[in-house]
């Protein structure tokens, strides 16, 4: 029965892409899936449709990397809350991601093309931070894209088509480094990949580090731009850039490497084995029982990554080690989202590491798609959309306290709010709201969830909605 399904996926390649692009597209809706960092993308794509911008929260100081806002600020031409829209063009870059990461299987390993692809679109934790308004799609788009077109360099071609192709490539750069500052890390992995196709006479030297510097300065302008606004900003408002992060990171070196390691295998394997990615150690705990598992799944991994760059000078393989130690350095729990950028590379990784199971591999990469299917659809169906729906509903009562708020501007305060509640008021305020009442911020506003008594710290009722109560 498995060998059947196989044969029909291998001799159908488009109808199992077709297939999961559907399944991708089943999961747009009106609905916003909200989270602490998709709040500040979308108020920065706002605050860069009005042209007022780009602002997060209110703020200057942005905290996140500008390219994927800008991306998304056209949507918000059409409304406050185009959340349709956005959710289309989330579809839009993971197929067209699956696309790419097809096209560079089928350069690299072409048994493992259809399995690399599929996997990719139909992972837990990726189709977690699909459906929410953030970076990791769009990223992962540009930057499987960017890894395909600049595999293209190399070999026989006039100097004018190659100064073109190499200028498409410096701006796809910018745009990854744009939406993600880790994106730099492609121009010392680019060095080494060309220095080989070099070394192997599939291009001369001079182009070769011509294509270098273009490509590090592509990727680097974007990062270098960022950081020197953020900074100056933070130095101006007394505030902190995302920069002081590695700076606070770098005053225990060994300690911090040894947490950004542990956290690196714990999310090695979270990203990858089929129903792991909601199992973690606590940063920097070794002897968590999870460990147990990740440990040797990243030691498979490192393998695969060995075997991979012996048979193939691939610039994805070349990316992975430096991408890891940028990430290894940031050393902080994100919920493995730093980690699925690497995703294709990984489950690569994976593939090379089963050489020596032959066509079995394939037995495997079917079972960890139908489990994949299974795991992923039923967080879907069973939490996530039952929570986008729940909370989609209140978007009245947020904004009927909003206009009274707004009547009369004061500090807000969410006290026993669900996180997405909070959230909501943050983006319709277009300001922070702070989470609890520490007696420094009165007069304020308070709110709460509806039936709870404030009273007898002093605050009036004022109005309620939904599910909502407004104090004062």
Known sequence: MIARFVAQCQARPKAVLAACALLLALQIGPWWYSS??????????????RGTGPTNLGSPLLWYSPGYPLLLSPLFMTSERPFVLIAVFQWLLAVGLMLGVYRWGKRVEPRAALWLAALTVVNHGFCIHFRRPLSEAAFMCVLVWSINLLGTLTGTMRTPRFAFRLAGCAVLLALVSAIRPVGIMLAPAFALWALREARECRWGWLRAIAATLVVAAGAAAPVALFVHH???????LGGR??????HDAARSPLESYSRGLQLCISDIGRVCIPGFFKTHAAPGDWTDPNMVIHVP????????????????????AWYVPFYLLLIAAHAMDTGARLLLPLLPALLACAWFA????????RYVAAACLVVQLIVAGGYWLGVDLPRARRFGRQWPAVDNLVARIT???RPVVAMNLPGELERMLELALDHPVLRDDDGT????????????D???????????????ALWR
């Open 36 to 49: 602490v960092d998709s709040t500040a993308y979308l108020s920065m794509a706002r605050s860069l449709a």
């Open 230 to 236: 953020e900074r100056a900003l933070a130095a101006q």
């Open 241 to 246: 850039s995302y920069a002081d992060n590695f």
């Open 297 to 316: 799944f990243f030691v498979l991994v490192c393998l695969g990554w060995w075997r991979w760059r012996g048979c193939a000078n691939d610039l994805y």
């Open 354 to 361: 089963l050489q020596g199971t032959g066509e079995r591999r």
């Open 407 to 409: 009547a009369d501007p």
């Open 441 to 452: 911020n009165r007069p304020c506003w308070i709110v709460t969830a509806r039936g709870s």
């Open 454 to 468: 404030l009273s007898a710290d002093g605050f009036v009722p004022r109005h309620t909605a939904g599910e909502l």
